[in-house]
């Protein structure tokens, strides 16, 4: 029998990517089938060892997660319908009686205002915050700041921990500021890191895009406060910065003058 055609991908809206250029994350909750969140815990407890990058093949079960809709569907909207998972996969578990890690961002410190790569971890339990969820910064994607430095800053207004339910997936900029904290509760607390990169530069959106509606949102959206850092010449740079990356999202080429929100200041 022939196979049944695969749902079509679920793509965001201009308001969800907008978000997603100034905060640096955006969450699925995919509707996954009941028992499906319990059956990936099931299979992570048999697991005898942590099969690192093997843990697609492993788990076919994930097939579910990252084929979903909803999952494919936000990719397809912030990397272009060509997007690719990349081959490094980590199934993190933070034990119970763990410490914090310092803030980081993953990888090598190339830092551009564009969207090529970006995290999708996804949660098979409702994280409560004594399981020691995923800390973001939001923001900090535009951030460049020394790893070393990075290290030894510690709890920052703003942050939001990603108390979840379980079966969201967190789709987040490969640069934001993020760190696992400690779980105080008594169990383990799993998450699937899956990355996933853009092949190709925009030539034009590939979300489910309205110009109309775009243009009406950006300008709101583009100046909105993330964290509670306060006004300062950090956020006057990201203004343009969040600017820069929805024009190369559009597949407009034009860069953003330097001092172009400068009225806004005044
Ligand atoms: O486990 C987590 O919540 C985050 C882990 C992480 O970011 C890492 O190990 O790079
Ligand atoms: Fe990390």
Not at 123 to 134: K, S
Not at 183 to 188: E, I, K, L, Q
């Amino acid at each position: 029998m022939a196979e049944a055609p695969a749902p079509p991908a679920r793509l965001l809206g201009d308001d969800e990517v907008l978000a997603f250029v100034v905060r640096g994350y955006h969450l699925v909750r995919p509707e996954l089938p009941p028992g499906f969140n319990e059956q990936v815990c099931a299979a992570i407890g048999a697991l005898s060892a942590n099969p690192g990058n093997g843990i697609y093949e492993q788990m076919p079960l994930l097939r579910q997660v990252y084929e979903h809709p909803q999952v494919c569907g936000a990719l397809a909207s912030l990397l272009g319908s060509d997007y690719r998972m990349n081959g490094h996969r980590h199934l993190h578990t933070n034990p119970p009686g763990s410490r914090s890690q310092g803030w980081h961002q993953d990888g090598t410190n190339v830092r551009h205002h564009q969207v090529w790569t970006v995290l999708g971890m996804y949660y098979p339990q409702t994280v409560t915050p004594e399981m020691g969820p995923t800390m973001v910064m939001p923001g900090t994607h535009f951030r460049n700041a020394p790893t070393d430095r990075l290290q030894t800053y510690a709890n920052l207004r703003g942050q939001v921990p990603l108390t979840v339910e379980a079966g969201t997936v967190a789709i987040t900029h490969y640069d934001i500021w993020h760190a696992a904290t400690l779980n105080r509760s008594a169990r383990p607390r799993h998450m699937l890191k899956f990355l996933f990169d853009r092949v190709s530069p925009p030539r034009a959106p590939s979300w489910s895009h309205d110009p109309a509606e775009a243009a009406k949102a950006a300008p709101r959206r583009l100046h909105e406060m993330v964290g509670t850092q306060g006004y300062c010449s950090d956020y006057y740079k990201e203004w343009e910065l969040r600017q820069e990356m929805w024009n190369w999202l559009l597949g407009l080429d034009a860069p953003v003058p330097p001092g172009a929100f400068k009225d806004m200041l005044a």
